[in-house]
C-alpha cells in the first residue's frame, strides 16, 4: 500500500499536460499505453470549473498542451493563462486550431502529426475516386435493393487509368496520392504554393487553369486563409461536365454551396467526400445522388495509424521533458494574421 501510495505522490509531481477534450484515439488504443513516467494528463473536460478558473488553479503545473481536433482552440487568452507551458502538440497535421503567432513570440514549440497519415490517406483518396468512377458502392446499392433481378445490369463507370489528374497541394498527402495513381497510367498535374523543386509533374499556378487541364480535382491542401473556398463554381465549370472531384483536405476548401448546385445542374459528374464545411452536417441533396460517395471524416483513421500516432504524440512529449530534440516538430513559416483561422500558413512540409 505505501509503494502505490508513493507512486501516486510521484505522479503527482510529474509535469502536467493539458487536455481539453477527450482524445478518441487514446480510448481506441488504450489509455495505459500512454503512461509515462516523465509526464501525466491533466484532463480539463472531467472539472466541474469553469475552463478559465481551471486553468488559472493549475497553471503552474501545466507545461505542455496536447490538442486534437474538435477542441477548443488554443488561442492567446488561453496561453496568456498558462506561463509555464513550452509545448504544443497536436494530434492532426493541420494547426490552424493554434496561435502559432503567440506560440513564436512567446518561444513555444509546436509538433504536428506529420507524415503519419500519409499513406492511409492517400488509399482512401484513390478509393474514393475509385468507386467514384465506378460507381462501387451505387452498384451495390443497386444489387441489395433486388434491382439487379427486375431492372437489368447497372449502368457502367469509367475507367481511372489514363485519367489525367490535378493535384491541389503536392504535400506528403498530395505526392502520395499522385505516387498511387502513376501506378494506374494517370498523367499528373499539380497546383500549391508555389513549384515544387525536383518534381517533374507540370505545374499550373492556377487553381482554376489547373481543373481546365485535368479529369480530375484531388484536394489535398491544407485549410488557411488563403485557401478557404478556393474551389468555387469558376473552378468547378472548368472541371467540365465529365470531371471529379475528390476531398481529403478540409471541407471549406471548397465552396460547398456551389459544389451542390454544381452537382444537381449536372456541370460535374461526380465527387468522393471525406470532409464537409459543417462537420457533422452533411448537405441534404448529396444523399440522393448516385455519383457521389460520402465518408464521415476517416480517411485518416486506421487501427495502425493510431498506434504511430501514439508512439509520436508520447515520443514528442516525452523528447521534451528530456530537453530532446521532438520527433515532429512544426517548422512552417508564420507570415501574417488571418481573419478565418489564427494565422496563414507555409507548410513547408504539408501543402
Known amino acids: 500500500m505505501a509503494e502505490s501510495t508513493d507512486c501516486h505522490k510521484a505522479q503527482q509531481d510529474f509535469p502536467k499536460v493539458l487536455i481539453l477534450k477527450p482524445i478518441p484515439f487514446i480510448n481506441l488504443v488504450g489509455e495505459q499505453y500512454f503512461a509515462s513516467n516523465k509526464f501525466t494528463f491533466l484532463e480539463a473536460y472531467d472539472s466541474s470549473l469553469p475552463l478559465h478558473q481551471f486553468l488559472s488553479t493549475h497553471s503552474p503545473s501545466i507545461k505542455a498542451i496536447l490538442s486534437s481536433v474538435g477542441a477548443p482552440p488554443i488561442t492567446a487568452d488561453i496561453l496568456h493563462l498558462l506561463p509555464e507551458v513550452g509545448l504544443v502538440v497536436t494530434t492532426s497535421v493541420g494547426l490552424n486550431q493554434v496561435d502559432l503567432l503567440e506560440c513564436r513570440r512567446r518561444g513555444i514549440k509546436v509538433a504536428n502529426a506529420g507524415s503519419i497519415f500519409s499513406d492511409d490517406v492517400a488509399d482512401f483518396a484513390v478509393g474514393l475516386l475509385i468507386d467514384v468512377l465506378r460507381k462501387v458502392s451505387a452498384s451495390d446499392g443497386y444489387v441489395r435493393k433486388g434491382l439487379w433481378a427486375t431492372k437489368g445490369d447497372y449502368p457502367l463507370g469509367s475507367k481511372l487509368g489514363g485519367k489525367r489528374i490535378g493535384i491541389v497541394g503536392l504535400g506528403n498527402i498530395g505526392f502520395a496520392v499522385a505516387k498511387r495513381l502513376e501506378a494506374f497510367r494517370c498523367s499528373i498535374s499539380y497546383n500549391s504554393r508555389k513549384r ?94 448516385d455519383n457521389v460517395v460520402l465518408s464521415p471524416h476517416v480517411a485518416v483513421f486506421t487501427p495502425e495509424s493510431f498506434l504511430d500516432l501514439r508512439d509520436l504524440v508520447v515520443g514528442n512529449l516525452e523528447a521534451f521533458f528530456s530537453n530532446k530534440p521532438l520527433l515532429s516538430k512544426f517548422r512552417g513559416l508564420v507570415i501574417g494574421l488571418s481573419n478565418s483561422s489564427y494565422c496563414r500558413l507555409v507548410f513547408l512540409t504539408f501543402f
Open 196 to 289: 515544387k523543386p525536383h518534381v517533374s509533374y507540370p505545374f499550373y499556378e492556377s487553381v482554376c487553369e489547373l481543373a481546365a487541364n485535368c479529369d480530375v480535382l484531388v484536394i489535398c491542401c491544407e485549410l488557411t486563409d488563403q485557401t478557404h473556398h478556393m474551389i468555387n463554381k469558376e473552378v468547378l465549370s472548368a472541371l467540365g461536365k465529365e470531371g471529379v472531384i475528390v476531398n481529403i483536405g478540409r471541407g471549406a476548401i471548397i465552396n460547398e454551396k456551389e459544389m451542390v448546385q454544381c452537382l444537381v445542374q449536372g456541370e460535374i459528374a461526380g465527387a468522393g467526400l471525406d470532409v464537409f464545411e459543417n462537420e457533422p452536417d452533411v448537405p441534404l441533396e448529396l444523399f440522393a445522388m
